[in-house]
């Protein structure tokens, strides 16, 4: 337990995308470790906020014919009620567009400008004659001067991962309308980065966390550290003080959203945000791995230059893969938080354990819809939801609630030593091996009721199983308080069934070896439900749907793969085809059957356009048709082809005059 405040922070998710699993991976952990702080006594602040500034906010908004304003509010809108359904809930999330961050941001690069943290320099930048604009970040591409790939304006992504600096990038194209980029001249503002390095050596042979941020943070410093280009030319953004033409850089005012949200908080609460940020009390930064150097480097850099007080910890996460692959959205493989999850009614107690007890928090997470049901069923229905089960239905069915007896020293000492355990894990950021040892606890009453078979000792010798139950109900009682921050809803359902007084959150460790107060319980419901074989398959349909129609929009070789020649082109058999029959599968948003003459025969076709077209709408049309492409079976339903569609809206490639089904494309 801690004696001064303690604030806990993550990452900033960013307007321009949906929520998914790797997402997640930050947020679950963070809002368990709030949840146990507090189940500690530890007076704790939980915030976050949306991260609405930057380049790709604007590009994405331009293809969308919509205002960065308008996309931000709707993707953080889409954040905080996920986030509330997966019940990571947040003291406060705002928004670095409000007023507050606004504020905040212009106040303290006035302090670094003040102190001499910030200089300005007119530097060579690109710029696009047609559209005739500089290009900042993600507005142009071109060649990364350090390895040679192809790069961001703003980051080597396809090479080194180098962060680059306004004008560094060679060979620039406009990625809006490919014009080559001339190099004109500009002012922005730069921060002393470099000066803070004798600094930042000690700050982080201090800083606490995980050694993943720790370590990749000092291998930079020993690098040598460059001044940092604070400014953009865009109109979406914080407005540089006393400039209507730069905005700040989105990695200044993003984590100084921060300090804002703080500052709403406790507005909202009557309170001093000073506490948190000026040195009062502890601060921890729950980030993911790809956003280290910002959060571990140029964020403490910053606020040591403008006085306030430094993160105590940063927590960084592994990164995510799918079904051992490499996390892509555009090659489809992902699981979206809401479609792909809560949507179809899973539970989020599930994905929240899964998330917590897979791996380690360091280490890469490989999520399968396989490993996913053999740890809810051999864990959560097997073990821990049949313990608690087992022992309230033979409390209420054989002595109608909670017997007298008092629970044995030697399970009080179990409890005790399990709750031990987790501390240090906790201490240490290791979250599965605190959800390890609860469900070693959940085993070891599953052998106590089982080495003790109080259905059989009760005939002989009721109150000798009156005990026996009694010492069940206290490790129930522990699972109860111990599983609440990994699963909520789990251990709420648990607490209501053993009909204890007051909410389950108000419930400190201590209280895990309280005896039980002799009571009626009523009858209890099973807590968790197996995930059937079905379902796996149905789950893992859903994404290889979207792997194969990622696998089929893609036009653009990889640089590893060798270009098409005719002979190639000419295997495949393209022809012409007529839907006579096109239908909804059943449990599926995307997916579409379709019945398609192709001259020689009716083909069953399965086609991810469903979200695009009605069946009406299809049924008499033709369309072409990949032939010869190898059977898969989606949803259950065989596909012995596939329509081709182009674009995001899957407008379908059709013959400009009749033809025949059967017709080859040549």
């Known amino acids: ?124 930048q690109s710029y696009c004659p047609n559209c005739q604009r500089f290009l900042p970040d993600r507005y142009v591409r071109g060649l990364c001067p350090h390895c040679g790939a192809e790069a961001r304006g703003d980051e080597c992504d396809q090479g080194c991962g180098k962060h680059l600096e306004p004008g560094e990038i060679r060979e620039p194209i406009c990625t809006v309308c490919n014009t080559p980029a001339e190099m004109r001249e500009q002012e922005h503002y730069f921060f002393r980065l470099s000066t803070f390095a004798p600094f930042l050596v000690e700050y982080l042979e201090g800083l606490q966390g995980t050694a993943n941020a720790r370590n990749y943070a000092q291998g930079w410093v020993r690098e040598g550290l460059r001044d940092w280009c604070i400014t953009r030319t865009l109109d979406w953004g914080v407005r540089y003080p006393g400039r209507d033409d730069l905005v700040v850089y989105v990695w200044v005012d993003a984590p100084i959203g921060y300090i804002a949200f703080t500052e709403e908080w406790a507005a909202a609460h009557g309170t001093d945000w000073r506490r948190y940020w000026c040195g009062g009390g502890s601060i921890t930064h729950f980030i993911g791995g790809d956003i280290t150097y910002h959060h571990c480097i140029f964020w403490p850099a910053l606020l040591k230059g403008a006085g306030f007080g430094l993160p105590t910890a940063v927590v960084a996460s592994g990164m995510l893969k799918v079904d051992d692959h490499k996390f892509s959205k555009s090659r489809g493989y992902v699981v979206w938080t809401n479609e792909d999850y809560l949507d179809l009614g899973l539970p989020p107690d599930c994905l929240r354990y899964y998330l917590l007890a897979h791996t380690s928090h360091t280490k890469e997470l490989n999520f399968s819809w396989r490993a996913f049901a053999d740890r809810v069923n051999n864990e959560l229905v097997n073990t821990f939801g049949n313990f608690v089960h087992r022992a309230l239905h033979f409390a209420h069915t054989r002595f109608g609630g909670v017997p007298p007896n008092p629970p044995r020293a030697e399970v009080l000492e179990e409890i005790r030593q399990t709750v031990s355990a987790i501390d240090e894990a906790m201490e240490s950021y290791e979250f599965k091996a605190a959800v390890d040892a609860v469900l070693a606890l959940a085993s070891s009453g599953n052998t106590l009721i089982q080495s003790n078979a109080p259905w059989k000792l009760i005939r002989t010798d009721r109150d000798a199983a009156a005990g026996v139950i009694a010492d069940a109900l ?126 020689s025969e009716r083909r069953q076709i399965v086609s991810g356009i469903a979200r695009h077209y009605t069946p009406e709408e299809l049924v008499g049309r033709d369309v072409v048709v990949i032939a010869n492409l190898a059977p898969a079976v989606l949803f259950g339903v065989e596909s012995r082809g596939m329509i081709l569609a182009a674009g995001d809206e899957a407008s379908l490639l059709v013959p400009l005059r009749p033809v025949p089904p059967g017709t080859r494309v040549r």
């Open 474 to 599: 206290q490790i129930v009682r522990a699972l109860a308080v111990l599983i609440d921050p990994v699963m909520p809803e789990t251990g709420r359902a648990i607490w209501e069934m053993l009909g204890q007084p007051g909410p389950i959150e108000s419930e400190r460790l201590e209280d895990c070896t309280r005896p039980l107060c002799p009571g009626p319980i009523g009858m209890p419901t099973p807590l968790f439900s197996r995930i059937e074989e079905k379902q796996v398959a149905a789950l893992e349909a859903i994404l290889a749907a979207r792997v194969a129609d990622a696998d089929s929009r893609s036009c653009e070789p990889s640089p590893d793969e060798p270009l098409l020649s005719v002979e190639d082109f000419s295997r495949m058999e393209l022809v012409v085809g007529r839907v006579v029959l096109a239908e909804p599968i059943e449990k599926s948003k995307k997916l579409l059957r379709l019945v398609v003459d192709i001259g």
């Open 1 to 124: 337990m801690s004696d001064s405040p303690r604030l806990v922070t993550c990452g900033l998710p960013y307007t321009n995308g949906s929520c998914h699993l790797g997402h997640l991976r930050t947020y679950v952990p963070a809002d368990m470790y709030v949840r146990y702080l507090r189940h500690r006594g530890d007076e704790v602040v939980f915030i976050c906020g949306s991260d609405n500034h930057g380049t790709p906010i604007v590009v994405s908004a331009e293809a969308q014919g919509t205002t960065p304003a308008e996309l931000s509010q709707r993707y953080h809108d889409h954040f905080d009620a996920t986030f509330r359904r997966m019940n990571v809930r947040f003291d406060h999330f705002g928004m670095t567009d409000g007023p507050t961050n606004h504020h905040r941001t212009q106040s303290m690069v006035t302090t670094l400008e003040q102190q001499g943290h910030i200089y300005r320099e007119r530097i060579q």
